[in-house]
């Protein structure tokens, strides 16, 4: 497995489950500007693909300024993972249907033809993660006792980059 195929498998990994992120970028005047998004995939590459229409401030974003960043977060088991990377804009009807799932069909009626749904593509540099090796009671409890004893909570958790 190539060096580019095992972080990409890393990425995944980290992102595992969860689906839904902010998906930040700059507008016209360089602010920043967030939203939140649900994943369709990660591909082989480590790229992760979105829905959005072409009418969408996300789009028009993107065309100016494709660095952007997606946060994702899964509180329950607190792990979390934000990703940077380069957002490309792309209109290919067979990947908007080979993507397509009911879901989407919520947002766009009128289905996988319809010329305003179009897909983000986000090839990332890098993606920070920390993730709790605890358990939700065991960092409960270590969460009260710092907060009892004014001391930091003692947590057993891993944080570290995977650069692509």
Do not use: C
């Not at 500007?33 to 994943?39: A, F, K, L, V």
């Not at 995939?41 to 969408?56: C, H, I, K, M, S």
């Not at 890098?126 to 930091?152: L, P």
Request: hydrophobic share 40%.
């Amino acid at each position: 497995m190539s060096s580019n195929n095992t972080h990409a498998a890393a990425l995944a990994d980290k992102i595992g489950s969860m689906r839904f992120a902010m998906f930040t970028t700059r507008d016209q005047n360089g602010h920043l500007i967030s939203q939140p998004m649900t994943r369709q995939q990660v591909d082989a590459e480590g790229a992760l693909w979105f829905y959005t229409g072409t009418t969408t401030e996300l789009w028009d974003n993107i065309a100016h300024e494709p660095e952007v960043n997606i946060s994702f977060a899964n509180s329950d088991d607190s792990n979390y993972v934000s990703v940077s990377g380069t957002a490309e804009r792309v209109v290919d009807r067979v990947k908007i249907r080979a993507l397509w799932n009911p879901m989407v069909q919520a947002w766009f009626p009128a289905g996988p033809e319809d010329e305003h749904v179009v897909l983000v593509r986000v090839l990332p540099h890098a993606a920070e993660y920390w993730d709790a090796n605890d358990s939700k009671m065991v960092r409960m409890f270590a969460m009260a006792k710092a907060a009892v004893t004014g001391s930091t909570p003692d947590m057993d958790a891993d944080h570290g980059t995977i650069r692509m």
